[in-house]
């Protein structure tokens, strides 16, 4: 096949595909614009930004995980390794191991930080869990015969959070606000290209029916879904030489992220069709919105910014290059 052909079959596909239906497990709980009476809530203002605490995240020191640990399931949800547990003040988490727990850890602050809803995560280097089966059906490889792990996220259960079902990109009460298009720009700004409805929650909570950015793993790498699961996710290189601004227009701006899929996905008819659906996400966003991100994250200091990286358990070379390549992106929202 010639590369002409195949530049065909790449824009054709998703016209191709339009009758394909992806098994009924792939849809979210849909939860309707009007449903409830809570005020809906998808951006707070971060008055305090230049002094919060980017090491400890949303969570803050008071609600850091604590031994002992103990093994209350196995989560088969997602691709990587999950587990839930019960720390020593009996609240439960879930562990995910992998490569996700690294910048799914740093994102969490970053997207906190800008006044959006996140869970509450910690990188853990080294955990002990008790009671840990001796056949896992995922992640066997990465739990020795006592219960230790290592590089671990974990992301805390609170009381009178539980998730209430999943909110839409295209159908959601934010549509047209600056504070939704600056989600959008923030999506880009980490590269995260994972953007299926399933990983948006939708929590009621002190009345307010809050709308969440959540399963934050594949970020800091490439632009969109890759041939190797490494590049990615938390992939220094790959974030560094990725295409952030795309293109800007007199009154608009697009990003690279999220990119069309690698063509090897053309073959996963349904799975292309879904990643194409997913770039107008960051296209043709207003230049102010961007900026009115910009500002925002602007106010964030380097120590801060490296603070979420150290926290979540990169190297002191790896610190230093993903906090680079942050700030000039921030940098580049304010020169729009």
């Not at 803050?60 to 390794?81: C, I, L, M, Y």
């Not at 869990?129 to 290592?150: A, T, Y």
Request: with cysteine; aromatic share 8%.
């Amino acid at each position: 096949m010639n590369v002409m052909s195949i530049k065909q079959l790449t824009w054709l596909a998703p016209l191709l595909l339009v009758c394909v239906t992806p098994p009924a497990s792939a849809e979210p709980k849909r939860i309707s614009k009007e449903a409830g009476t809570a005020t809906p809530v998808l951006w707070e203002d971060p008055i305090d930004i230049s002094t919060r605490d980017l090491i400890m995240g949303a969570g803050g020191a008071g609600h850091q995980p604590r031994s002992p640990f103990k093994f209350v399931k196995e989560d088969a949800a997602g691709t990587n390794p999950k587990y839930v547990i019960v720390d020593g003040n009996g609240v439960k988490w879930k562990i995910k191991l992998g490569e996700e727990a690294h910048p799914e850890t740093v994102a969490s602050r970053i997207v906190w930080a800008a006044g959006y809803f996140v869970d509450e995560e910690y990188f853990v280097p080294d955990i002990k869990v008790d009671g840990m089966p001796l056949s896992l059906k995922r992640g066997q490889d990465q739990v020795e015969p006592d219960g230790l792990m290592h590089n671990a996220r974990l992301k805390r259960y609170n009381k009178g959070e539980e998730k209430e079902g999943s909110w839409h990109w295209k159908d959601n009460p934010f549509l047209g606000t600056k504070e939704f298009n600056g989600l959008r720009v923030l999506m880009a700004l980490i590269n995260n290209w994972d953007l299926k409805d399933v990983n948006n929650s939708i929590r009621e909570q002190d009345g307010k029916r809050i709308y969440m950015i959540s399963d934050l793993g594949a970020t800091f790498g490439t632009t969109g879904l890759s041939t190797s699961r490494a590049a990615g996710k938390g992939n220094l290189d790959n974030y560094t030489g990725s295409k952030f601004i795309d293109k800007v227009t007199e009154t608009t701006v697009s990003f690279g992220t999220p990119s069309r899929p690698a063509l090897l996905h053309v073959v996963q008819a349904p799975e292309f069709k879904h990643r194409v659906d997913l770039e107008w996400i960051g296209k043709d966003i207003p230049i102010a919105d961007a900026r009115w991100l910009g500002a925002i994250l602007s106010k964030l200091s380097p120590e801060q910014i490296q603070g979420a990286f150290g926290a979540a358990g990169y190297s002191p070379k790896e610190v230093v290059g993903f906090s680079a390549v942050l700030e000039q992106r921030i940098a580049e929202l304010n020169r729009l």
